[in-house]
């Protein structure tokens, strides 16, 4: 039974509520669709389970959900919290402003507040801010023996920053895998292509360039747009990015729209910097947290019709990613 959570591999915790399913201190379930997430406590994502745990635990949160009285409800979600500190989150059939707001701002808020608790402390890793050369600049003025301390750890977090591994690529040939670190993100493209899917994920990593389309894409896309979105957003945000979604069977569209919408073909060149054409950093905040949202849905939607062998393969590399991180 899988344990960490697959997008930022941190620990799901455990319950002694749940006989059938002991993971995580929040669960989220549709009985009617038959969907049981575990949502994670660091990054507030949903975590969609393997469909032959999922049955006897939905009917467990249900059993336990009517049990309980309700701390926060509307007409299709609600909330409650056991005794022993297990959280449950029952969802009915929201409309999709709804379930958008409950699934996705506190993992955009959080996102938001992290990334301003810590601006001026350290540059990005492409480029330093202004914000930050400034500060560093009037530290070594006025405080002289203590700014060489904070300048030399800020020079290190962005180094540190700059080589974290964010995703891994499949190489054409053989079971190699190649590391996309944070320096690699700003040449991330989405395109568009004449294949099945309709559009294709031009990534550089450390032994080169690569394209993805199908399954393959979209995990490492995934990885990608945390990462790229890690300023958040607000509720004006998610409210655009809802809209620019519109309805729930237009999520797979939503990816062709965006790969057109890069007006890009291949042989054509930009007389100022074809970089920036299809670059997923240059879009706006809106269309990059619908591109999340969208990503999550075509996986979840591939998990119920019976194809779980991509939820299996993207949990799998949650795990590895977790153990690899314990050896550190």
Same mark, same amino acid.
């Given at each position: 039974?899988?344990?960490?959570?697959?997008?930022?591999?941190?620990?799901?915790?455990?319950? &002694?509520?749940? $006989?059938?399913?002991? +993971? %995580?201190?929040? !669960?989220?379930?549709?009985? =009617?669709?038959? #969907?049981?997430?575990? *949502?994670?406590?660091?990054?507030?994502?949903?975590?969609?389970?393997?469909?032959?745990?999922?049955?006897?635990?939905?009917?467990?949160?249900?059993?336990?959900?009517?049990?309980?009285?309700?701390?926060?409800?509307?007409?299709?979600?609600?909330?409650?919290?056991?005794? &022993?500190?297990? $959280?449950?989150?029952? +969802? %009915?059939?929201? !409309?999709?402003?709804?379930? =958008?707001?409950? #699934?996705?701002?506190? *993992?955009?808020?959080?996102?938001?507040?992290?990334?301003?608790?810590?601006?001026?402390?350290?540059?990005?890793?492409?480029?330093?801010?202004?914000?930050?050369?400034?500060?560093?600049?009037?530290?070594?003025?006025?405080?002289?023996?203590?700014?060489?301390?904070?300048?030399?750890?800020?020079?290190?977090?962005?180094?540190?920053?700059? !080589?974290?591994?964010?995703?891994?690529?499949?190489?054409?040939?053989?079971?190699?895998?190649?590391?996309?670190?944070?320096?690699?993100?700003?040449?991330?493209?989405?395109?568009?292509?004449?294949?099945?899917?309709?559009?294709?994920?031009?990534?550089?990593?450390?032994?080169?360039?690569?394209?993805?389309?199908?399954?393959?894409?979209?995990?490492?896309?995934?990885?990608?747009?945390?990462?790229?979105?890690?300023?958040?957003?607000?509720?004006?945000?998610?409210?655009?990015?809802?809209?620019?979604?519109?309805?729930?069977?237009?999520?797979?569209?939503?990816?062709?729209?965006?790969?057109?919408?890069?007006?890009?073909?291949?042989?054509?060149?930009?007389?100022?910097?074809?970089?920036?054409?299809?670059?997923?950093?240059?879009?706006?905040?809106?269309?990059?947290?619908?591109?999340?949202?969208?990503?999550?849905?075509?996986?979840?939607?591939?998990?119920?019709?019976?194809?779980?062998?991509?939820?299996?393969?993207?949990?799998?590399?949650?795990?590895?990613?977790?153990?690899?991180?314990?050896?550190?």
């Amino acid at each position: 039974m899988y344990s960490t959570c697959l997008f930022c591999t941190s620990h799901l915790g455990s319950n &002694e509520i749940i $006989e059938a399913f002991p +993971v %995580g201190r929040r !669960l989220a379930f549709d009985s =009617a669709r038959g #969907r049981l997430w575990v *949502v994670c406590k660091a990054c507030f994502r949903w975590n969609l389970t393997p469909v032959e745990e999922r049955w006897e635990a939905i009917e467990s949160c249900e059993r336990s959900f009517r049990s309980t009285p309700m701390r926060v409800s509307t007409d299709n979600i609600g909330m409650t919290r056991l005794r &022993e500190g297990l $959280e449950l989150v029952r +969802v %009915g059939s929201p !409309l999709r402003p709804e379930f =958008a707001s409950w #699934r996705y701002l506190p *993992v955009f808020e959080k996102r938001r507040w992290n990334a301003l608790s810590v601006a001026g402390a350290s540059a990005p890793a492409e480029k330093p801010g202004w914000t930050s050369t400034m500060w560093m600049a009037s530290s070594l003025i006025l405080f002289p023996p203590f700014a060489m301390f904070t300048v030399a750890g800020t020079i290190r977090d962005v180094y540190t920053h700059r !080589l974290k591994t964010y995703a891994r690529v499949p190489a054409e040939v053989g079971s190699r895998t190649f590391a996309v670190k944070a320096y690699h993100l700003p040449e991330a493209r989405l395109l568009h292509a004449d294949n099945p899917w309709g559009w294709v994920l031009e990534v550089e990593h450390e032994n080169g360039r690569s394209e993805l389309s199908g399954p393959p894409a979209q995990r490492v896309l995934g990885r990608l747009l945390v990462a790229i979105n890690a300023t958040g957003g607000t509720q004006v945000d998610l409210d655009r990015a809802v809209n620019l979604l519109g309805r729930q069977d237009e999520s797979q569209d939503f990816f062709h729209r965006q790969g057109r919408a890069s007006n890009w073909r291949r042989g054509r060149r930009y007389w100022w910097d074809d970089s920036l054409v299809g670059a997923l950093k240059n879009r706006a905040p809106s269309a990059r947290l619908a591109l999340e949202m969208a990503l999550h849905e075509n996986v979840e939607r591939a998990a119920m019709e019976g194809e779980l062998q991509q939820l299996q393969e993207a949990w799998q590399e949650a795990e590895e990613i977790a153990a690899i991180a314990d050896t550190l």
